[in-house]
């Protein structure tokens, strides 16, 4: 299915505020919620969507790049470091829209355990590689923190012989309701934080969190053609889930170092080349670089120009079933300082072939490449 407008996805304008960003987004938010739609997928992609959509444009920064750029401007969007750091979940969106959905769903929470286990959290980490790297790809060891599951209680957080019970608050809803007036509001039970569950007896090694922090070390392979602030998804390496659910997944956003002489720009490499005006004027043979270390021959045309751009076929980005172009950019050179021998030639090539003395300006676009 094809990627809609932000702003189409949510019905609002261009200039619409926050407020009216939000209002849109709760009323789309009550509509297509899973709990509501229990088994409908055409309304849980419209609520992913309109989620997605949301988290866009009610952040200041995101919105002006998707305003710019549009889908471009925000996909891998990435901070400067290397650090290990959970994603913001959807619940930071939510927090203020939980009493609604409690009224509007029976208080069917995603934090009790009438939700079932919850996925762990998400991870991000940062890599800058080298420009080579990025064109080539690569594998890069990588260390960092996660969530792991307590070896001693195997991530149950209660001591070994012992378990959990029903809590005597919720009876296991992670839940307690109130009535005001016509509305009936649920809320996180205080006695199990939502869990339903009560440890007895919490394990000493993770304080009956079940969890332990862990460092840890994977091998990450970097594809061919990876473009800065791109994303690498690494499933299951990000935190464990506390409510014996999934792992959540590890995401490495790249960051490309500049290349000394090269450029890229999608699928083609660029350089520049120095060149002599005498090379320039009467042809020459040179021996250009590659990226990948080796040097090619290349033709120079008599009376090329300064500016002129040469194309080297299949040396440029390796992508699925072909490979860019190398485009190689003449930089005419004037020397700076004659010896006597070579500005008598100059000034014999001169007379020889005269000088225009009164020349007509050009436009500046027929310089265009």
């Given amino acids: 299915m094809a990627k809609r407008d932000y702003y189409e996805v949510l019905g609002v304008a261009k200039n619409a505020t926050k407020d009216d960003i939000k209002k849109a987004y ?20 419209k609520f992913k969507e309109a989620t997605e959509a949301y988290e866009i444009l009610s952040d200041d920064q995101k919105k002006s790049a998707y305003d710019q750029f549009g889908f471009a401007g925000v996909e891998g969007m990435a901070g400067q470091g290397d650090f290990s750091q959970t994603f913001r979940g959807f619940e930071d969106i939510f927090g203020d829209f939980s009493g609604i959905f409690d009224t509007f769903f029976g208080g069917s929470s995603r934090r009790g355990s009438g939700g079932g286990p919850q996925q762990g959290a998400n991870l991000r980490y940062d890599m800058e590689i080298p420009f080579k790297d990025a064109v080539f790809g ?20 209660a001591a070994s012989g012992t378990g959990k019970k029903v809590c005597p608050t919720c009876q296991g809803s ?135 751009m040469l194309r080297i076929r299949d040396e440029g980005v390796p992508m699925p079933g072909r490979r860019g172009n190398l485009y190689i950019k003449m930089m005419v050179q004037v020397p700076v300082k004659l010896s006597k021998r070579g500005r008598e030639l100059m000034e014999e090539l001169s007379r020889v072939e005269g000088e225009n003395s009164s020349p007509k300006p050009i436009m500046l676009s027929d310089l265009a490449e």
Avoid at 26 to 45: M, S, T, V
Avoid at 138 to 157: H, L, M
């Fill in 138 to 157: 690569t594998k890069v060891e990588i260390q960092y923190s996660r969530n792991d599951s307590c070896p001693a209680c195997k991530g149950s957080g």
């Fill in 174 to 308: 992670g839940q307690v309701r109130r009535s005001s007036g016509f509305f009936s509001v649920a809320s996180t039970c205080p006695s199990c934080r939502g869990d339903g569950y009560i440890i007895e007896q919490p394990c000493r090694e993770c304080a009956g969190s079940g969890i332990q922090k862990k460092r840890q070390k994977i091998m990450v392979t970097i594809p061919a053609g990876v473009e800065n602030g791109k994303r690498v998804s690494i499933p299951r390496q990000g935190d464990a889930s506390s409510s014996g659910g999934p792992p959540g997944d590890l995401y490495v956003f790249i960051h490309v170092k500049p290349h000394e002489f090269f450029e890229r720009q999608g699928e083609d490499i660029y350089c520049a080349i120095p060149i002599s005006v005498t090379q320039a004027s009467l042809g020459s043979d040179i021996q250009v670089p590659t990226l990948d270390g080796k040097t090619i021959k290349v033709k120079i045309p008599a009376g090329i120009q300064n500016g002129k």
């Fill in 26 to 45: 709760r009323k789309l938010a009550i509509q297509f919620h899973p709990d509501k739609n229990p088994g409908n997928k055409e309304a849980e992609e």
